[in-house]
């Protein structure tokens, strides 16, 4: 089965009842059961829900995995495979990376006994001068949020399975129809479904997809304990955005490229990180595990200064200025002061974050309202 039809029918059946072909919202908290643990699968909806489940089932086809399971958040996603750990335990994670994920480790898990090393995977030959007897995951966004660094996944996929650690890859920038982590040597995907999954900037929700049965069952059993589960009515929001995921991104892609190509040639701009130029570091490994390069962008202005990144983002009018990424709509963001304001100064500067940088997230409007979007606003600065 071919990805667009994957989008539309894997773990999708018409509703035996009525013959309804959407997934109906099941918008109950309990079920009915015949006598004391006899039940047709479903006993409260915190554990299995109707509508979950056929989510759960097509995000694990799109990513060529076995087992999804669904959070209420991708940083609810992301709680779960850390409390896979114990304290002492050890975690490599990449040191660009979304500024959340960076907040969950630091100010919440190193609270209990687990140490995280932040550090450049670009070169998976680094990785292994951290390993540790207590080294238990490797953690690994890419392209990373916000420098669009590319990181191996097949490489570091062979240095964990070496080590027998655990390896768990952000897929949120990618997406399932452009890179499948799992087939390259990850052991967990896990997406903010909140950005491309459900596209239309309406839901907030997390994903993890796995292929080990005792994997699924120790996430499962978290999923179901701590209780951050999506409802029933942001899964069938979500079911609905996938349908056309296939189609967006292909748009997302072609005008992310036409946006990075317009912004490297423009006269006030300094440095523009896309993973499509050929003189982007890694290049050759996003050709190798990507099919296409996305349409996530950030650049810098020429001046450097905190000023013209305010005036550029103050004044475009379709790059709407706002937390978050991924939907039909083009969006900008100043990640200095938004999405990645929880990592010290000091630590984002180390990887090129930089007061000025702007990031965007490349809607599917008509490209050329875009770049007039752009232009209008660098002219003022």
């Known amino acids: 089965m071919k990805f667009g039809t994957k989008a539309i029918h894997a773990g999708v059946e018409p509703d035996p009842s009525t013959g309804a072909i959407m997934t109906p919202i099941f918008q109950t908290s309990t079920y009915v059961q015949r006598s004391p643990g006899d039940h047709k ?11 979950r489940t056929a989510l759960q089932n097509n995000l694990a086809a799109l990513e060529n995995g076995k087992h999804g399971l669904c959070f209420s958040s991708g940083l609810g996603a992301i709680d779960a495979i850390i409390k896979l750990l114990n304290p002492g335990d050890e975690v490599i994670s990449t040191n660009d990376l979304y500024g959340g994920s960076y907040r969950i480790f630091t100010k919440v ?13 670009e070169d998976p030959r680094t990785i292994e001068t951290y390993i540790t007897p207590h080294t238990k995951l490797i953690w690994a966004e890419t392209p990373t949020n916000p420098m669009m660094n590319i990181i191996d996944i097949e490489e570091i996929g062979k240095v964990a399975k070496k080590h027998d650690i655990l390896f768990g890859v952000d897929n949120t920038f990618a997406t399932p129809f452009l890179q499948n982590p799992l087939d390259l040597g990850a052991d967990i995907v896990m997406h903010s479904v909140t950005k491309y999954l459900g596209g239309h900037s309406d839901v907030v929700m997390g994903a993890l997809v796995v292929n080990d049965d005792q994997l699924q069952e120790k996430l499962a059993f978290i999923q179901n304990a701590c209780g951050a ?26 005008n992310g490229a036409a946006i990075a190509r317009f912004l490297k040639s423009h006269p006030k701009i300094d440095k523009v990180y896309w993973p499509g130029f050929e003189d982007h570091p890694n ?13 996530m962008i950030s650049f810098t202005i020429k001046r450097n200064k905190i000023e013209d990144a305010h005036t550029v983002l103050e004044n475009l009018h379709y790059f709407s200025l706002a937390e978050s990424l991924g939907g039909v709509e083009s969006l900008s963001g100043h990640p200095a002061s938004m999405t990645h304001a929880s990592i010290p100064k000091e630590e984002r500067e180390k990887v090129g974050l930089v007061d000025s940088l702007i990031r965007l997230s490349v809607g599917i409007e ?7 979007d752009l232009d209008q606003a660098l002219a003022k600065v």
Do not use: W
């Open 109 to 121: 898990f190193e609270r209990y006994g687990i140490k995280f090393h932040f550090i450049s995977m």
């Open 229 to 254: 589960t999506p409802g029933p009515q942001d899964c069938f929001l979500v079911l609905r955005g996938i349908k056309t995921l296939h189609l967006r991104m292909e748009r997302h892609c072609e």
């Open 366 to 372: 008509d490209i050329e309202d875009l770049k007039n």
């Open 41 to 51: 699968g479903y006993e409260y909806s915190r554990t299995h829900n109707p509508t």
């Open 283 to 295: 290049h050759d490994i996003a050709k190798k595990q990507m099919r296409d390069f996305g349409g």
